[in-house]
């Protein structure tokens, strides 16, 4: 079955930088969906970025635009989330995200995707 391992969470001041990386095992890593997903305290899972494996096609969040990069690097099957200018609004905890099934437009939505990571905790302060 599939299992989806973050890292490279931590903590950092305003206007810093992290890069998450996600490793993919269990299934064939081409042509799936993956995401990244935050949630802070008291607030509701939200799609941060979105990479089709097949193409490497990404979508972002309003939110996010221009500040992060979702990269992909097939050989090791692992999904990367690059994040710059980092504000203390992006604490939450990060979580990656794949969709096995369904067509080549992945989604914001965290209801289309069927194995999770544990998550792994940003700080910006």
């Known amino acids: 079955h599939v299992q989806l391992v973050e890292s490279g969470g931590g903590s950092v001041q305003p206007g810093g930088s992290l890069r998450l990386p996600c490793a993919f095992s269990?299934?064939?890593?081409?042509?799936?969906?993956m995401a990244w997903f935050r949630q802070a305290p008291g607030k509701e899972r939200e799609g941060v970025a979105t990479?089709?494996?097949?193409?490497?096609?990404?979508s972002y969040a309003d939110s996010v635009k221009g500040r992060f990069t979702i990269s992909q690097d097939n050989a090791q099957s692992t999904v990367y989330l690059q994040m710059d200018s980092l504000k203390p609004e992006d604490t939450a905890m990060y979580y990656c995200?794949?969709?096995?099934?369904?067509?080549?437009?992945?989604?914001?939505?965290?209801?289309?995707?069927?194995?999770w990571g544990q998550g792994t905790q940003v700080t910006v302060s």
């Open positions: 269990g299934y064939t890593y081409s042509g799936n969906c």
């Open positions: 990479i089709y494996t097949g193409d490497g096609i990404t």
């Open positions: 995200a794949a969709r096995t099934r369904g067509g080549t437009w992945c989604g914001l939505g965290y209801y289309e995707y069927n194995y």
